[in-house]
């Protein structure tokens, strides 16, 4: 049975914090792969060591990543994410357009983000064994919702999500990615 996701809703200065493309690749890093010190994670995103640091501590100073004393040896500082999901309500920060913009870069930077581990993932998929090839779907709707309709699918899709992350995975287990974002077309758009 899987552990209990940690979870935390960003609040105007995590979000505003978090809206860097270091810093946000720094938490994603650490998600993934578990943790680490500022060094490794320089070498994985390809950065210095002294801006891993830096920023590291950014994070660390709102609460987003935390040192994990139980890893290091000697000097060494290991970091490990203080939580296994964030979220945010962009409307939680009407009133402070800092926090609204460091809301809507990161929703794009995600955004932007999926499209390249899409793109990741046709490159690699030739390699792939058939099996994970045909699990592999992507897929698009268009329905007609209502804001209520739309935000109980949403948390029906969550639920659906949770019982799946709570199933003790098979052998041949690995990660994966699961986007889910519904997003209403503006008015005039199709």
């Known amino acids: 049975m899987a552990d209990e996701l940690r979870h935390v809703n960003l609040d105007s200065r995590q979000i505003r914090v978090l809206a860097h493309p270091l810093r946000s690749r720094l938490l994603a890093e650490l998600r993934v792969g578990g943790t680490a010190t500022a060094t490794r994670l320089a070498e994985v995103l390809r950065t210095n060591t002294g801006a ?43 009133g402070d357009p800092d926090a609204v913009a460091a809301a809507d870069w990161l929703t794009s930077d995600f955004a932007r983000s999926l499209a390249e581990r899409v793109q990741d993932w046709l490159n690699a998929a030739p390699a792939e064994p058939v099996a994970w090839r045909t699990a592999a779907d992507f897929s698009d709707y268009l329905l007609r919702l209502d804001p209520a309709q739309l935000t109980a699918m949403t948390a029906e899709l969550d639920a659906v999500v949770e019982r799946w992350r709570g199933t003790e995975p098979g052998a041949d287990a690995r990660p994966v990615l699961l986007y889910v974002y519904p997003v209403p077309l503006p008015e005039g758009k199709s």
């Open 52 to 94: 891993t640091s830096y920023h590291l501590r950014q994070l660390a100073d709102v609460g987003l990543v935390e040192e994990d004393t139980a890893s290091g040896h000697g000097r060494e500082r290991w970091w490990r994410s203080a939580h296994d999901v964030s979220s945010w309500e962009r409307e939680d920060f009407r």
